[in-house]
C-alpha cells in the first residue's frame, strides 16, 4: 500500500538534558515496552549529531508500508518521524529544548536536504498534531522559519480537532 507523503514531523525522545540514549533505548521502549510492530522514528538524532536511520525510506513521494513508523497516532502514513534525543531538563520534568550545537547542525542540514529532495512535504511539530504533547519541546515553525525554509514548506497549523486529515 502507498500514501501520499505530506509532512515531516519533528519529534523528542523526552529524555533528560545530556544523558545519552540511543536505537537500541528507542527500541526497547517501543518495540518491547508499549509493542508496538514499529518504532516511532525513522530518523534519531544523537546528542554528538549522529543521525541513526532506525527505518529505511526511498526517494519517492509515497510512505510505502515498509516505510511507517509509529510516531503519531492517524499520521503515520502520510508523515516521517525524525527524533532528536532530549527534550526534557536535567530534572526529567520540564520540557525543554536540548538540542546541542551538533543535533542543530545536523537537524538544519537534515531539514534542508530533506526539503530539496521532497518539495512538496511539510514541516511540523508533534505538538501541532496531539494537545496533550510538549514534543519535540520547540516551536517548530519558528526554528524551520529561522533556518530560511520558505513559509510554504512549514505547516503551522493545529490539528487537535481534526480526527483525521
Ligand atoms: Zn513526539
Not at 99 to 119: D, G
Not at 128 to 149: E, L, M, R, Y
Amino acid at each position: 500500500m502507498k500514501n501520499n507523503f505530506t509532512h515531516l514531523m519533528i519529534h523528542c525522545s523526552a529524555t533528560p538534558e545530556g544523558m545519552w540514549f540511543d536505537r537500541t533505548d528507542i527500541e526497547r521502549w517501543h518495540l518491547q515496552e508499549r509493542g508496538w510492530s514499529k518504532v516511532g522514528y525513522s530518523g534519531l538524532f544523537l546528542l554528538d549529531g549522529t543521525l541513526d536511520l532506525l527505518i529505511p525510506f526511498d526517494r519517492d513521494d509515497s510512505i510505502s508500508s515498509w516505510e511507517i513508523s509509529n510516531g503519531a497516532r492517524g499520521w503515520n502514513g502520510r508523515s516521517r518521524h525524525i527524533c532528536y534525543i532530549g527534550g526534557l531538563a536535567k530534572n526529567g520534568r520540564t520540557t525543554k529544548d536540548t538540542r546541542t550545537v551538533e543535533q542543530l547542525v545536523a537537524l538544519e542540514n537534515f531539514v534542508k536536504m530533506h526539503t530539496m529532495l521532497w518539495p512538496k512535504v511539510k514541516l511540523i511539530g508533534h505538538n501541532q498534531v496531539n494537545a496533550t504533547k510538549d514534543c519535540p519541546s520547540f516551536d517548530v515553525s519558528q526554528w524551520a522559519q529561522s533556518i530560511g525554509i520558505p513559509s510554504s514548506l512549514i505547516d503551522s497549523n493545529i490539528y487537535y480537532n481534526e480526527k483525521t486529515i
